[in-house]
């Protein structure tokens, strides 16, 4: 594979270790749960990182391969806990700083401090030649540096407030507060950013000036530190007072995600009325949260994954009535949970993922005729809950990966006809459940990885003609299927992985002229099949 230019994915990684793991289906859907699914399969083991089970480092490979830094972290881990494996962890450890943002950098120092791996426990390995210690090191640096530059893509405005207030005199400030304001009345992406960590003791008044300052419609802030850290607690109170009294601000966007906020944090936020987007996901609100935040009734928009609710606190958010999206996945709901939130009928957009539904909660769901869009993977759903789902005529997009579905539950699904975007992943369709799919014509996206689906199963597919991305990986395809799949010339992105492809199938997708992203790693190619794939100039190496 070292002799043709690299346009396209084949396996970049390091000879593994233990044998590449094949997902059952069923058990994880997307390269988010595929981490989350290795960390627990490595934490009920209670064995030190040297002994992580070879399931676990199996799946951390396949969720590093598409991508996920918090994956790579974890090999990091791994491999510098071993002498013999240097040069695998240096090697994740520069995929993960290749690919580093601001998100995956916090979260990689989340993981130090929650006792995934640490520098000084890290193997004995010479610390200036730690591939772990440089990770936390550099990763450290990337968030100063990302505060210190003031600088966010894609952001008009950008303030580290502490930083900010120790550089300027109260009338410079309120000089400063009204370009703000100018800003926000001209601009519906406007953007601030408040470090509380960073604010001094001895700020509170220039702090309190600069809220009330801030005018505008749709402004999104952001707020940044932790709970229980410093006086995070003291800023956050004296921020929802003064924004909760600025009779200046409309359809206020807050995000306070991973921010460690309990019960009382969510009882400050009851003051913002003009609340119209919150997202409060990855904290620790429990039902008592959710129970403080059923107060903000000009809720539009909420995001409340992973805060550890269960049904009390469902039927507590079951009030807001005038919510249009909610995002309340990775929580413990279970079908009384499904069914509290059964009232929310003006809901479009709906993702209660990985709740232990099933399918009573499913036909539960069943009333929100209004939905668009249903993300309701990661549950238990089977065929029953497949056939309750399917008189949602009006979704565009569904999301049922992970579900424990057979050919049965693609038939239900079948008449959905209004769908472009499925993510049917992790399940056990067969070749029958992609033949009952095929008549879903209006589909753009498709991911039916995971379904052992075999030659048969691409060629029910083929007929979907419309489709520009699709993910058909691990499903056992061979040269046949991937012969049956060069029809699909409207095909941008392609992912291929791990079908038993060899060079007739690889000669074959290079009929697929238009793909700008083709993972074919894990597969069989010889020089001949490399070769024919050649002539997709068009294609960015996916790593």
Known sequence: ???????????????????????????????????????????????????????????????????????????????????????????????????????????????????????DDAGQTDRTTNPLTELYEKCAAYLHNHKATGSLPNELWHILLGQHLSQVDRGNLAATCRTL????????????????????????????????????????????????EGEFGKWFKLFCSQVGGNKKLNALQLTVSGCRLTRTEASCLAVLTSLTSLDISTNQLGDPGAQALAVLAGLTSLNISANKLGEPGAQALAVLTGLTSLNISWNQLGDPGAQALAVLTGLTSLDISSN???????????????????????????????????????????????????????????????????????????????????????????????????????????????????????????DRGAQALAVLTGLTSLNIRANQLGDPGAQALAALTGLTSLDIGDNRLGAAGEQALAVLTSLTLKL
Request: hydrophobic share 40%; proline share 3%; charged share 15%.
């Open 356 to 478: 232990q539904l099933r399918a009573a909660g499913a036909q539960a769901l069943g009333v929100l005729t209004g939905l668009t869009s249903l993300n309701i993977s990661a549950n238990k759903l089977g065929e029953p809950g497949a056939q309750a789902l399917a008189v949602l005529t009006g979704l565009t997009s569904l999301n049922i990966s992970a579900n424990q579905l057979r050919a049965a539950g693609a038939q239900a699904l079948a008449v959905l006809t209004g769908l472009t975007s499925l993510d049917i992943s992790f399940n056990l369709l067969g070749a029958a459940g992609a033949q009952a799919l095929a008549v879903l014509t209006g589909l753009t996206s498709l991911d039916i990885s995971v379904n052992e689906l075999g030659a048969a199963g691409a060629q029910a597919l083929a007929v979907l003609t419309g489709l520009t991305s699709l993910d058909i990986s691990w499903n056992q395809l061979g």
């Open 1 to 119: 594979m070292d002799s043709i230019a690299p346009v396209f994915s084949f396996s970049h990684q390091p000879t593994p270790v233990v044998p590449v793991f094949k997902p059952a289906p069923g058990t994880v859907q997307n390269t988010e749960a595929m981490y989350q699914f290795a960390c627990t399969l490595r934490g009920n083991t209670g064995t030190p990182e040297s002994d992580t089970p070879a399931q676990a480092v199996a799946i951390f490979k396949e969720a590093a391969a598409r991508g996920h830094t918090g994956a790579m972290h974890e090999l990091v881990v791994i491999y510098t806990d071993q002498s013999d494996h240097q040069e695998q962890a240096s090697y994740y450890k520069d995929r993960a700083l290749a690919s580093l943002t601001e998100t995956g950098a916090q979260r990689i120092l989340d993981r130090k401090e929650g006792g995934s791996g640490s520098p």
């Open 181 to 228: 304001s100018s800003v926000v009345r001209s601009s519906a992406r406007s953007f601030v950013r408040l470090d509380l960590s960073a604010l001094s003791g001895n700020s509170e008044a220039r702090f309190c000036e600069y809220l009330q300052n801030l005018s505008g419609t749709n402004l999104k802030i952001q707020i940044v530190g932790r709970a229980g």
